[in-house]
């Protein structure tokens, strides 16, 4: 090329790079690999049969076993795809590089793509080539990462240390480098299929069936898209060839990325939705007249009565080990409906949400059946708040892997009594902390809504609200962005003192919160705001502080006074006779004057004779008395339009009103 133009030569140097590379597609696609025009290289993959699922030492969702069979060849990433790749489809995308210290490089696997971004990046691609590229199903994955073999790694029963990346759980965010294609290829020459990121696949998340099926396409809708292969920060076991993960196509994190199939799209009918569990079955659409509680003027009370019953030995999608943390709502048509966190450890990838309905005129809760469950993550923190009129608003942590300091937080609502749920959506995309959802939500006399929240992992260190003030359809989170106070008497900063907290309005307009830890001098610390929680100033409650495993309510009765139901070690009660008595564990109070004093307090017992009770949660069982009560409990708390206070705990179910409350505590008995 002597003596031609610079511009002539870089025009020729492009047309032999291109037909070049045109060449190469054409006579690969003949062949065992192909490299597209974007220079991804693909890997044939042939027909056969294989056996999804894992007979022993998996989870619960990777039975029943079934046969699945491949009936067409197609071609798969031999890798992930690239930051470099993705980039070609969606420049932007090159902002988010690095973020939290992640994937940096053109040949780093790209991540925070949700499944829509996924699926457009693919319809790029097939329109650019005229190809039909796509998404791999679950059952293509899962045949592809197997590459003939029956063991839990295509590698074996275990994966060899140099496929592994930090593979722990982290409370924080440990970068790794996520190059694609530096571990060995399994059989079928396919890299990155144990790790490196998890990969969005085709199809929504359901159970199995046990027939063989032919091309499965899984579920025909569900609220998770389905994602394999685990990723880095995650242990090994997360990425055994069968294991299943899954989260909302909308989610886009740290652990998620992508890689391509291009073949013809199955045929298969999808498989049907579950029908509907039990909480959700025969629900009753009728408006219930709530005049027909209990006579306002007399002391009622019942319980306690378990509201948690799962079958012992259970370990998925139910687990019989730990239940706690639970969220409780009325129901226009008069019934009650209950959820609860169901795992085996506190941050386990297994940790769920399970419901349970106590429907109007029965007098036991049903058995517990799933309620919303992101498989193989973190669901912490739920609550449920019917604002009185179509509406019961669900609330949720979606975390990225197995820690609660990690959560994105949810929405979905429901207009027939909780039987049915909308699509659940992102109100605070960003995982990450100020997303644990405590079961306090409300409406202001001003028409917004408030969603309490801890800021924080740990057993104290603050809690913070998201405020909705056109209905729930945008949210935000007063506290984002800024710095952990300390809480002292008298400071001003933007978070509320103490986790696990409670948020209520007072009468002139003023929010105030109690929380859990961070005691101003000795007693549970009191949060102010008047700027709907922009700013808050702290000081002492004079209320006895609470600790691990103990969670108040705060809210404002219809009747008017406020209501607090708390924990104290000992305090001292005048009964009937005008005794002072000593009593223990969790009480109710009442305050006349906005928070200032609690003159009215009640043991939450029903005074019978002493006996053996099962808090469940991190209670377990304790003594019920005249004189003491659960020592601890998650409580939840809400009133029902007839008047009746219904407080449950990690276990119980106590109800009674404000008659009762009042009323001082019966005589010693002999």
């Known amino acids: 090329m002597v003596g031609m133009s610079p511009r002539f030569v870089s025009l020729s140097l492009a047309v032999i790079v291109c037909c070049s590379l045109m060449s190469a597609v054409r006579a690969a696609e003949d062949g065992k690999t192909m490299v597209n025009s974007i220079g991804m290289r693909l890997v044939r993959i042939e027909p056969g049969q294989f056996t999804m699922g894992s007979p022993s030492g998996g989870d619960f969702d990777e039975l029943p076993v079934h046969p699945a069979r491949i009936t067409r060849p197609f071609f798969m990433g031999a890798t992930e795809v690239t930051n470099a790749q993705y980039e070609q489809f969606d420049p932007e995308h090159r902002k988010l590089r690095g973020r939290l210290g992640f994937s940096t490089k053109d040949d780093e696997a790209v991540i925070f793509v949700s499944w829509h971004d996924a699926e457009r990046f693919c ?333 924080v992992p740990g057993g104290n260190g603050g809690s913070t609200i998201h405020v909705s003030r056109d209905g729930g359809r945008t949210w935000v989170d007063p506290g984002k962005g800024r710095p952990q106070p300390k809480f002292v008497a008298g400071a001003s900063r933007a978070w509320i003192a103490g986790i696990h907290a409670s948020t209520a309005q007072l009468a002139d307009g003023r929010l105030m919160s109690l929380g859990r830890g961070d005691a101003i001098d000795g007693h549970m610390p009191k949060s102010l705001s008047a700027d709907l929680g922009e700013n808050w100033t702290y000081e002492s409650s004079g209320l006895p502080p609470i600790g691990g495993g103990q969670r108040l309510v705060l809210r404002r009765l219809a009747e008017g006074p406020l209501l607090l139901a708390s924990f104290a070690e000992k305090m001292t009660l005048k009964d009937a006779e005008g005794k002072d008595r000593e009593v223990s564990g969790l009480f109710g109070a009442l305050s006349f004057d906005e928070g200032k004093t609690w003159p009215a307090r009640r043991l939450i017992t029903d005074d019978g004779p002493a006996r053996r009770v099962d808090g469940g949660g991190n209670t377990g069982v304790f003594t019920m008395s005249p004189t003491t009560s659960e020592p601890g409990g998650y409580m939840a708390g809400i009133q029902s339009p007839d008047g009746v206070i219904h407080l449950i705990s990690s276990k119980q179910h106590y109800a009674f009103n404000v008659a009762w409350l009042k009323a001082p505590m019966p005589p010693a008995k002999e």
């Not at 073999?149 to 965010?173: C, I, M, N, R, V």
């Not at 209950?338 to 419901?355: C, F, H, K, M, Q």
């Not at 708040?385 to 942590?397: A, E, L």
């Not at 409406?443 to 801890?454: K, M, Q, S």
Request: proline share 8%.
């Open 123 to 455: 319809r790029w691609l097939a329109d650019k080539e005229k190809k039909p590229y796509r998404l791999p199903t679950e059952a293509e994955w899962e045949y592809a990462a197997r590459a003939g073999t029956t063991t839990a790694y295509s590698t074996g029963d275990t994966l060899p240390p140099e496929y592994h990346k930090h593979q722990k759980t982290e409370w924080t965010f440990i970068p790794v480098g996520l190059e694609t294609g530096q571990t060995p290829a399994n059989a079928w020459g396919l890299h990155d299929m144990h790790g490196n990121v998890e990969e969005w696949c085709l199809d929504w998340y359901g159970p199995y069936v046990p027939e063989e099926q032919a091309d499965p396409v899984g579920r025909a809708d569900g609220d998770f898209k389905v994602t394999r292969g685990g990723s880095h920060s995650t242990p090994v076991e997360f990425l055994r060839s069968a294991n299943r993960l899954g989260t909302l196509p909308e989610d886009a994190s740290y652990l998620i990325g992508f890689r391509v199939v291009l073949g013809e799209m199955p045929g298969t009918k999808p498989i049907e939705p579950l029908p509907a569990e039990r909480w959700a079955r025969d629900v009753k659409q009728s408006r219930h007249d709530f005049s027909d509680g209990p006579d306002a003027a007399k002391p009622y009370f019942r319980g306690p009565r378990d509201y948690v019953e799962i079958p012992a030995g259970s370990n998925g999608p139910m687990f019989s080990e730990h239940n706690h943390q639970p969220a409780i709502t009325a129901c226009a048509n008069g019934d009650l409906l209950a959820i609860w966190y169901s795992t085996n450890d506190e941050p386990g990838r297994e940790l769920a949400v399970v419901a349970s309905r106590l429907r109007h005129g029965s007098d036991e809760w049903e058995p517990a059946a799933p309620f919303w469950d992101a498989p193989d993550r973190n669901d912490h923190g739920s609550a449920l708040w019917w604002d009185g009129k179509d509406t019961i608003y669900h609330f949720n942590g979606l975390s990225t892997d197995g820690t609660w300091a990690k959560l994105a937080l949810v929405l979905r609502t429901s207009t027939d009594n909780g039987a049915t749920w909308s699509k659940a959506r992102l109100i605070e995309p960003e995982h990450g902390l100020h997303n644990q959802v405590i079961a306090n939500v409300f409406r202001t006399r001003e028409g917004a809504i408030l969603v309490n929240c801890d800021a």
